[in-house]
């Protein structure tokens, strides 16, 4: 008697393992749902990426999103931070997981000579015709972030809780985010307990996904400056006051500060974009504007960056005689983006379980922006991850001749989609699975 009960018991575990490791295996998506989904995700990518549109105007782009999760089941409001969108899907008690995308795209001519190439104009708020390209593959993550949303709708079984996917407008001007906030992004939807976005990466072959912990992105803060002098003739400079050699003489000084004051150990950087004055060979103007932008990661450092600017910019125009002060505008970007390591961490191991060790690898934090940060600094653990998205075939010849394949920003960006696409899926849904996993 004794025996039978011992052999119906070592069955009966048996079939509850093998039942759990196939409720195991469902959460993370198979290559083949991946493969079912990608036609709808390929056509989206491509349709998107053909009629870009620039930020703070995606409404087309907020449209087609709109209606294909509402066909997904979700509660879509749009609208949000003017052109963005929230879909909400509920499925019981459990975390609530926010999934971003950024939908805009850049004044940038596309010049990858695809088929498929964007040829759009349009006008920009001032009135000015520009080409529109996605040169910054938000293209990539609005495709991505739909075939992650069906799979998640189609797997309800395998997970619980809140699910809160967001369409945010203006990355690109890092506006989006703030806007979103505002117009009550976790007050009026449900408040997410953890934040995860991916961005596609010009570093890393297709296939491989990239992690950072910490700091992995910068701060940003853009300063305008105008030096006022006493303009005349190029030929009498002693009967004026040269805004041109105040300037230059700051540009100079403005070098000291990263290189003197700010830690080694504190990535910075102080770079004038733009110096603009006077309008003939002969003439001394009266004023010269001088453009910078600001990066740092960490909030001390940043504050020392700005007081530091001030301060050479008023010493260097008392020192040239000029007669009134600078007039310094500051306008902020973004804040630095903080990858919380325990969450990255987590994840890192769902993704290398997903798609293999040798395919996540640890990059280094970038000088460039991104206002994800604004959702962890609204009280929200958030973490970045970074899609590889270039042709394995030409990165490897490119890392062995040491060439420089095109990257973000360039007219010349064209990700290898179909691996690119597939990857970004089969990564932010296992990621979801996992955290909202039963």
């Known amino acids: 008697m004794h025996r039978h009960i011992k052999v119906w018991l070592f069955a009966f575990l048996l079939v509850a393992a093998e039942a759990c490791a196939q409720t195991s295996s469902a959460t993370v998506p198979s290559a083949n749902q991946v493969a079912a989904i990608y036609p709808k995700v ?26 294909m999760l509402k ?35 850049l004044p940038v001519e596309e010049k990858t000579g695809l088929q498929y190439a964007s040829k759009i104009t349009t006008k920009t708020d001032a009135g000015a015709t520009v080409p529109v390209m996605h040169a910054c593959g938000h293209d990539i993550h609005m495709s991505s972030w739909y075939g992650t949303s069906e799979l998640m709708a189609t797997n309800k079984q395998h997970w619980h809780g809140t699910l809160v996917l967001i369409g945010q407008p203006a990355e690109e001007t890092g506006e989006g985010a703030a806007a979103m906030l505002k117009d009550g992004l976790f007050t009026r939807f449900p408040k997410p307990d953890l934040a995860l976005a991916i961005h596609d990466e010009p570093t890393l072959p297709a296939g491989q996904v990239g992690f950072t912990p910490g700091y992995t992105m910068a701060s940003s803060d853009s300063v305008d400056i105008t030096i006022y002098g006493r303009g005349g003739h190029g030929a009498q400079p002693q009967d004026t006051v040269d805004p041109i050699v105040i300037g230059a003489r700051t540009v100079l000084a ?45 909030p001390e450092v940043r504050k020392h960056l700005l007081a530091s600017i001030e301060r050479i910019v008023k010493g260097e125009a008392m020192a040239g005689g000029s007669p009134k002060e600078p007039l310094i505008k500051l306008t902020p970007a973004a804040n ?24 996540v690898v640890e990059i280094p934090p970038k000088m460039v922006f991104e206002d994800f940060s604004a959702y962890s600094l609204a009280g929200v653990p958030a973490a970045m991850f970074y899609v590889g998205a270039v042709e394995p075939g030409k990165f490897a010849a490119a890392q062995q001749s040491g060439a420089k394949l095109p990257g973000l920003h360039s007219p010349l960006w064209a990700p290898d989609r179909e691996p690119t696409l597939k ?13 909202m996993g039963k």
């Open 42 to 67: 390929d056509a989206l990518y491509l349709d998107l990426h053909q009629h870009p549109e620039l930020s703070m105007h995606e409404e087309q782009t907020a449209a087609k999103l709109t209606n």
């Open 71 to 105: 066909a997904l089941g979700y509660e879509v409001t749009t609208g949000v931070g003017k052109t963005g969108i929230v879909a909400v899907m509920h499925n019981g008690e459990g975390p609530t997981v926010m999934l971003r995308t950024d939908m805009d795209a």
């Open 254 to 298: 403005l070098q000291t500060i990263v290189a003197r004051e700010i830690n080694p150990r504190d990535p910075a950087v102080v770079t004038v974009g733009i110096f603009n004055g006077g309008t003939k060979n002969n003439i001394i103007p009266d004023e010269v504007t001088l453009a910078l932008t600001v990066r740092s990661y960490k």
């Open 336 to 359: 630095a983006l903080y990858n919380d390591p325990a969450l990255t961490k987590r994840e890192v191991g769902v993704l290398e379980k997903a798609l293999g060790n040798a395919n």
């Open 423 to 435: 990857t970004a899926v089969m990564a932010e849904t296992a990621m979801l699975m996992e955290l």
